[in-house]
């Protein structure tokens, strides 16, 4: 593990400190969790973390992306 320091101003660490304790862990690893989140899946497009995320019930849907993204063609 590679160490590192971060400054947070006052209210950042106040509020990730909270955050931290309410899930019964240390300000480190709230941080280290809060860097996973925002980084991309290891070897995959920042789009993937939406992969799955929306469900339209429509077992055809991945035949019909663009109209379900961009909506009905007109």
Known sequence: MIRTQVSLDE???????????????????FVRRAIREALPPRGEGR???????????????SQTIDEIVYGQKD
């Not at 209210?11 to 690893?29: D, F, R």
């Open 11 to 29: 209210h950042e660490y106040a509020v990730a400190k909270t955050e931290a304790q309410s899930l019964g862990i240390s300000v480190a690893e």
């Open 47 to 61: 789009w993937m973390k939406f992969a799955g995320f929306v469900e339209t019930g429509n077992s055809r849907s």
